[in-house]
């Protein structure tokens, strides 16, 4: 009977991330879970940085369980991928699910990165020297959805709650600056002030919503209160949003 090689669980991790890694063909798979966002980045980081080394640089990262991404965990794939690179081997995905390929396309980054359908397509395909703008090994049948109007789901917030996440938010509006040195987040980040000055729920729900919608896009610098108030504030929107169906 074959066993499973040994796993590593990581107990030092946030909440809502779950790592595990093993070795297979030669390759180190690490198997993530739950969400892939800014919480998560410098854990993260250092998981998938502490795996590689010069005798073990082909990584697998397996998507499948992940339920959530933005450009931040996103950005931390890239970095690995380079890291990867430089020690002479490669980093490949697998199994991205709707919400992480959503990201991807809406990002661009799918066209960098090396997709597979399977960790053992991953860990059995060759590996080419000059690898194509964009490759998809085997077929990634998860549905992508469309990202939804901002406004859609504005009844279904709660607006108490919404209003008392913004509030944080505002609080540490320097903080936001400082992990946004391109201000790419300041024209929403000033609606989303405004309407909340204004008590104006219609306009506070739609500045939330195109925030939330902007992590997707752009990857902050790492800052604690920014993780937590923009996690806190992504699923207040994500509660008030319905499932997506088929």
């Not at 959503?102 to 799918?110: A, K």
């Not at 960098?112 to 860990?123: G, H, K, M, N, Y």
């Not at 739609?206 to 790492?222: K, M």
């Amino acid at each position: 009977m074959m066993r499973r090689p040994a796993t590593r669980p990581d107990t030092d991790r946030p909440p809502g991330l779950g790592f595990v890694s093993h070795t297979r063909n030669g390759y180190t798979i690490a198997e993530l879970s739950g969400d892939l966002d800014i919480v998560c980045v410098p854990t993260l980081r250092g998981q998938l940085l502490g795996v590689l080394r010069p005798d073990a640089s082909r990584l697998v990262v397996d998507l499948s369980r992940v339920n959530f991404c933005d450009a931040s965990g996103l950005a931390v794939l890239i970095g690995t991928g380079r890291r990867a690179k430089l020690l002479g081997g490669v980093l490949r995905l697998v199994a991205p699910t709707p919400p992480v390929m959503l990201v991807m396309r809406i990002t661009g980054l799918h066209r960098r990165l090396d997709i597979f359908s399977t960790v053992l397509a991953a860990t059995t395909s060759p590996e080419s020297n000059q690898r194509s703008p964009h490759r998809v090994i085997g077929k990634i049948t998860a549905k992508v959805a469309s990202p939804r109007p901002a406004m859609e789901h504005a009844d279904a917030l709660d607006i108490d709650e919404l209003r008392q996440a913004t509030a944080a938010l505002l609080a540490d509006l320097d903080a936001w600056y400082e992990a946004d040195p391109g201000c790419r987040f300041a024209p929403t980040l000033h609606v989303l002030a405004r309407a909340y000055a204004r008590s104006d729920h219609t306009a506070l729900t739609q500045a939330a919503c195109s925030l939330v919608s902007a992590l997707t896009r752009h990857p902050l610098t790492h800052s604690p209160a920014v993780a937590a108030a923009a996690s806190r504030l992504r699923r207040i929107v994500e509660a008030g949003r319905p499932p997506v169906l088929g």
